[in-house]
């Protein structure tokens, strides 16, 4: 359970870091940055300032970019998420933002809009048309979650913030199948629980074209054989 808020030292310092970490990779590992407003931002403009500044400062050394605004360890960022016109509003400008630097770089960097796991089907189909309102490529499903399954047993299941792990790995999937069903097979990656190969292709069965793991990398570590 993450409780921290975005605990991340700030842009200008994840970029030399990036830098150095792509020579490291093969030349066709993709790398993906989320990028999400400050935490104390509430006014659009200043919303708009943050990330329109990340998209330009990430985007010659990116090839994904992951626009989060479904955070529940964040105060008040899911709530956010049902303003719907400001949320377009706001993506928009990370949007032209991409088709500027598209034209200017000659390179096109895919953009994709995480939802959180506790998604109503009316919050799913709004996020469908917040998607296609602002031209954005896909969606990343999901974020982690506010919700507490039964099958936790810990004390620590108390704490507030966002769920991830194994015990999101059912609710993340479902969320993936309801959202390519109703977006008629929108662009999805799927994250949520994926630490091995049955949990990977749970996501791929349910509708999605890619997947990620996060959580396992340093708490459980990862079993593909």
């Known amino acids: 359970i993450n409780f921290l808020g975005f605990p991340s030292w700030g842009s200008?310092?994840?970029?030399?870091?990036?830098?150095?970490?792509?020579?490291?990779?093969?030349?066709?590992?993709?790398?993906?940055?989320?990028?999400?407003v400050n935490t104390k931002r509430r006014d659009v403009d200043q919303m708009k300032t943050d990330l329109t500044e990340m998209t330009e400062l990430f985007y010659p050394h990116v090839d994904l970019l992951e626009v989060c605004f479904s955070c529940p360890n964040v105060k008040g960022l899911c709530e956010f998420q049902k303003q719907e016109e400001q949320i377009i509003d706001?993506?928009?400008?990370?949007?032209t933002k991409r088709d500027e630097l598209t034209k200017k770089l000659g390179k096109r960097v895919t953009v994709l809009y995480k939802i959180p796991p506790d998604s109503s089907d009316e919050a799913i189909d709004r996020s469908i048309r917040i998607k296609r309102h602002t031209g954005m490529d896909g969606f990343v499903a999901t974020n982690t979650s506010s919700e507490r399954p039964g099958t936790l047993s810990s004390r620590k299941q108390k704490y507030p913030g966002g769920l991830s792990g194994q015990a999101l790995e059912p609710i993340a999937t479902a969320t993936v199948w309801n959202l390519y069903e109703r977006s008629e097979g929108e662009l999805i990656v799927g994250a949520g629980g994926v630490n091995n190969g049955r949990t990977a292709a749970r996501k791929i069965m349910a509708g999605a074209c890619a997947v990620v793991s996060q959580t396992a990398i340093p708490f459980e570590g990862l079993d593909f054989d």
């Open 12 to 36: 200008d310092r994840v970029l030399p870091n990036l830098i150095e970490a792509r020579k490291l990779l093969d030349p066709g590992t993709k790398i993906n940055v989320s990028i999400g």
């Open 90 to 95: 706001v993506i928009g400008a990370v949007t």
